[in-house]
């Protein structure tokens, strides 16, 4: 599942205040990332299943390995976790209502704290 128009995805930030930024809100970096690319992931472990909400993003200047880029966040993205085949995002997933606006509000928190020092 998309979260459209949320604004997120409007914002360039430094790598180091985004970390800080996302850690906050519990979306963790770890060890997915590369030279270009992070990706921050939440995790959610329900009756339902097991759900993580994603935020991407890519190196518009610098390098993630240094920590000194500037990145340009992406739409994020709401999957459920399938063992042993990974993480679907697809309109066809039914996602809990609860988790659907939980998700929206650390959004909606996680862009405004970024905007006040978006590049």
């Known amino acids: 599942m998309k979260f459209e128009n949320t604004g997120i995805d409007n914002l360039k930030a430094d790598l180091n205040r985004l970390d800080d930024v996302m850690n906050e809100h519990g979306l963790v970096r770890a060890g997915q ?19 993580y909400l994603r935020v991407q993003g890519y190196a518009v200047e610098g390098d993630v390995d240094t920590f000194k880029a500037t990145i340009q966040l992406l739409t994020p993205l709401l999957g459920k976790h399938y063992y042993p085949h990974g993480v679907e995002y697809g309109e066809g997933e039914n996602f809990p209502s609860s988790l659907v606006n939980q998700c929206k509000k650390i959004l909606e928190k996680v862009t405004e704290e970024v905007s006040t020092f978006a590049l």
Request: no cysteine; proline share 0%.
């Open 33 to 51: 990332w590369d030279y270009d690319r992070v990706t921050y992931d939440r995790k959610f472990d329900l009756k339902e299943g097991v759900f």
